[in-house]
C-alpha cells in the first residue's frame, strides 16, 4: 500500500484537480466490497473514476499514468537506458528486496518462546529486538477497529498466537521464501547493502534518475516505507545507518516527491537529461545482476520444465482455466506463502538460489537456499521486452 499510496500523493501534487479517498481494509470491508468486486483479497485496491477497480500495484500505476500521462513515473522508449533501470529498480524491490523486508517485518513478533521463534540475525545482536507490541497494535485496530485496547489487543495475540506465529502461518512463508537459519544473515546483508548503495545515492541525487521520481522509486518504497521504516525495528537502524534513505522515504511517501533540501537549487525536478543513468545506480543494478537475476534465471528453468511436465498437462485438462488458478496443480499466483503443494520443499515449482554473503551476513562467502518460484515474477521480467 506504501507504494501506490505515495504514488497518488505525488500525482496529486502534479495535479491540483485530483484527488483520491483512502478507505483503511478491515474484514468487514474486505469480504463486503474487495472480494466481490475484483475476487482478490489483497491490497493496495483502486476504483478509478469509471467504476473500474484494479489491484495489483503496477496496473494501478499504469492506469493511473494513462489517465493523466503528462506525469509519467515510467521514462518513456525515448530514454531506454532510464527505462531500463526504472524497470530492474522496481522488480528488485517488489519481488527482491521484499523478502528480507517480509522478513524483518515479523521475524521479531514472537512472544520470547521457541515455538514463536523465527530465522532472526539481527547482526548477531544478543538479546535480540522486539517489535511484537508494535504489531499488535497495527493487528488489532484492523481487526477490531470500533474495539476497545483490550479486545483489539485480544484479538491480535489470538491471530499471532493461533495463525501467524505458527508452523503453517509466517514461518512457512519465511521458509516458501528462502529465510531459514541458514540464509537469514546473508538476507539481512543483502538489504543492508542495497540501502548503503541508496543512501551514497540519494546524497547526490533527490530520486533514482534525478530530481524526479520515476516507477523504480516507488518499487523501491514499497518494501522501504512499510516494512523498514515504519517498524520500530529496522526503523532505528535506517534512521541511525542509513538517514538519506529515510529521508527519501517521508519526501517520496508523505510529501508526494519534493526534492531533498540539501540539493535544493541544484537540482532541477526532471529526469537526468540526454537519457543519462546516474553513476551512483550502477552498483543497484549490480545487485539484481549478481544476486536477483541468477535466482530468475533457476526459477525460470524449473518453471519452463513444470510446464513441459505431464503433471502440468493433466492440471490444465482438468481444471480448464488457463495459467491462473482453479486447480490446485495449475500455476499459483502471487503471494508470500506456497500457493500449492508444488511450492513446498524439493517441489517441482522450487528452485535452488545463492546470495555472495557467508551465514555471519559477511560479504564474499556464498548461501545457498532453496525457495518457491513466483510465476509473477517472470510475468514482471517480460515488462523488458
Not at 176 to 205: K, M, Y
Amino acid at each position: 500500500s506504501g507504494k501506490v499510496r505515495g504514488y497518488l500523493r505525488y500525482k496529486v501534487r502534479q495535479h491540483k484537480e485530483l484527488s483520491f479517498e483512502e478507505i483503511t481494509a478491515c474484514p468487514a470491508i474486505i469480504a463486503g466490497s474487495l472480494l466481490p468486486a475484483s475476487g482478490s483479497s489483497a491490497v493496495p485496491q483502486l476504483q478509478l473514476p469509471g467504476g473500474q477497480i484494479l489491484q495489483d500495484s503496477k496496473d494501478i500505476v499504469e492506469a493511473v499514468d494513462a489517465l493523466h500521462p503528462d506525469s509519467k513515473v515510467m521514462p518513456p522508449a525515448e530514454r531506454p537506458r532510464q527505462r531500463l533501470v526504472s524497470v530492474l529498480a522496481e522488480l528488485l524491490g517488489d519481488e527482491w528486496l521484499l523478502v528480507s523486508a517480509y522478513h524483518w517485518r515479523w521475524a521479531y513478533s514472537g512472544d520470547g518462546s521457541r515455538a514463536q521463534a523465527m530465522p532472526a540475525f539481527m547482526g548477531g545482536a544478543s538479546p535480540l529486538p522486539s517489535h511484537r507490541e508494535h504489531n499488535l497494535d497495527q493487528w488489532g485496530a484492523f481487526l477490531r477497529p470500533d474495539g476497545t485496547e483490550e479486545e483489539r489487543r485480544r484479538a491480535a495475540r489470538f491471530l499471532f498466537d493461533r495463525v501467524f506465529l505458527t508452523p503453517i502461518g509466517i514461518k512457512s512463508g519465511m521458509r516458501s521464501l528462502g529465510v531459514t537459519e541458514e540464509t537469514v544473515a546473508a538476507w539481512e546483508a543483502s538489504c543492508r547493502n542495497i540501502l548503503r548503495i541508496l543512501d551514497l545515492h540519494f546524497q547526490q541525487h533527490s530520486f533514482l534518475l534525478g530530481g524526479r521520481p520515476c516507477s523504480g522509486d516507488f518499487g523501491l518504497l514499497g518494501p522501504l516505507y512499510a516494512h523498514l521504516y515504519c517498524d520500530p525495528v529496522p526503523g532505528k537502524m535506517m534512521r541511525t545507518e542509513f538517514p538519506h534513505v529515510a529521508d527519501w522515504c517521508v519526501r517520496l511517501h508523505d510529501l508526494g516527491g519534493v526534492s531533498a533540501e540539501h540539493l535544493a537549487g541544484t537540482e532541477l525536478a526532471e529526469w537526468l537529461p540526454d537519457d543519462e543513468v546516474p553513476e551512483t545506480c550502477l552498483p543497484l543494478l549490480q545487485v539484481f545482476v549478481d544476486e536477483m537475476w541468477p535466482s530468475l534465471r533457476s526459477s525460470c528453468a524449473s518453471l519452463r520444465e513444470h510446464l513441459r511436465s505431464p503433471r502440468y498437462a493433466l492440471a490444465r485438462m482438468v481444471c480448464g482455466r488457463g495459467l491462473q488458478g482453479g486447480s490446485p496443480l495449475a500455476l499459483p499466483d502471487k503471494s508470500f506463502n506456497a500457493g500449492c503443494v508444488d511450492q513446498e520443499g524439493f517441489g517441482p515449482l522450487t528452485h535452488e538460489f545463492e546470495l555472495p554473503f557467508d551465514e555471519l551476513g559477511k560479504a564474499g562467502g556464498r548461501v545457498r537456499g532453496r525457495r518457491m518460484v513466483v510465476p509473477h515474477q517472470i510475468w514482471m521480467l517480460q515488462r523488458l521486452e
